[in-house]
């Protein structure tokens, strides 16, 4: 079971990068751009949720006895992440925008 909270923090925390990269992405992007910002964090929120969905499958086809705490694990994680990511972008006041 603890083996299965570990897996599932890590793959939480491995859903979250791609929201990551394509909220750097936004920064080059132009105002003339066909790809703009919120297709670019529509696209990666897709792939976040993909690999969350990815790693899922892969701990029930394993594990499935311990498939509830994986999950439940993954979604804390990436909420946590998420949360903790805004609040330090917050408290920075704009200083790497």
Known sequence: MI?????????GFVGFLPLLVGLNMTKKVT?????????ILILSLVVS??????????CVLVARDVALFFVLAEAV????????????RSKSNGKER
């Open 3 to 11: 083996l299965a909270i570990i897996c599932g923090a890590l793959a």
């Open 31 to 39: 105002a003339t751009s066909n790809f703009g910002h919120m297709s």
């Open 49 to 58: 949720f993909a690999l969350m969905f990815a790693f899922a499958i892969v």
């Open 77 to 88: 994680v990436l909420s946590v992440t998420a949360i903790v990511f805004g609040v330090m």
